[in-house]
């Protein structure tokens, strides 16, 4: 089985400063690994995704994270935040299989204050 | 959230009572599942689904069960509603190695 450690329940942050919401994984197996976003009383939205290949993988609104298979971690990072990322953050696992059942780390409230 | 509808978006329940969450997609995907969301405790996997006919129990599948008659539907059925099973539901639905997520329903038992 999969599983997966949010370190952060909550990150304070100020407008325009870099965060970094940390994700470690514990799994027997290789693994896919996946940052959600979900904002107040919304659904999720996927973030980015690590299937394979580069390790660094990039999201359209300036998000990143970084598999690192010898720290098994997937950590998110954002250069510089804006109001609006204030939202829960995601960290989900699957193991490499074609029926993506994810467990879902507890998430990370992410903060953004002017 | 395009091609997964859930309803009803939110339901209050008497302990005891039965109610069916609906899940509906348009996408023709094969894979679908139900997870439900609890404060501090992310996501959890009740039963998922690989195809019509065919489901399988997730992490947290006690009080509840599903059927897959369609590609389409994918209906979780509480038969006694108990104070526990107060959550958020998302139903969601993977193809493309891509996993899509339902808007949520807001279930309390009281």
């Known amino acids: 089985a999969q599983s997966v450690t949010q370190l952060d329940s909550q990150v304070p942050v100020f407008e325009e400063a870099p965060v970094e919401l940390r994700c470690n994984y514990s799994?027997?197996?290789?693994?896919?690994l996946f940052w959600y976003v979900q904002y107040p009383n919304q659904g999720l939205q996927l973030l980015l995704k690590?299937?394979?290949?580069?390790?660094l993988v990039e999201s359209i609104n300036g998000f990143e994270a970084e598999f690192n298979k010898s720290q098994t971690s997937f950590h998110l990072r954002k250069p510089s935040v804006h109001i609006s990322d204030t939202a829960e953050y995601f960290c989900?696992?699957?193991?490499?299989?074609?029926?993506?059942?994810?467990?879902f780390g507890a998430g990370t409230t992410v903060t953004v204050r002017a | 959230n395009a091609g997964v509808t859930q309803t009803p978006k939110f339901r209050i329940l008497k302990i005891g009572q039965s109610m069916t969450l609906q899940c509906t997609q348009d996408?023709?995907?094969?894979?679908m599942y139900w997870y439900r969301q609890d404060p501090g405790m992310g996501l959890k996997l009740i039963y998922y689904?690989?195809?019509?006919?065919?489901?399988d129990k997730g992490e947290v599948p006690n009080g509840y069960n599903v059927s897959r008659s369609t590609t389409e539907d994918f209906p979780l059925r509480l038969e006694l509603a108990a104070p526990s099973q107060t959550s958020v539901y998302f139903c969601?639905?993977?193809?493309?190695?891509?996993?899509?997520f339902g808007e949520g329903s807001w279930l309390t038992v009281v």
């Open positions: 969601a639905i993977s193809g493309g190695n891509t996993i899509y």
């Open positions: 799994s027997s197996v290789s693994v896919y």
């Open positions: 690590y299937l394979s290949g580069s390790t």
């Open positions: 989900a696992v699957s193991k490499r299989s074609n029926d993506y059942k994810l467990s």
């Open positions: 996408m023709n995907h094969n894979y």
């Open positions: 689904s690989v195809g019509a006919g065919i489901t």
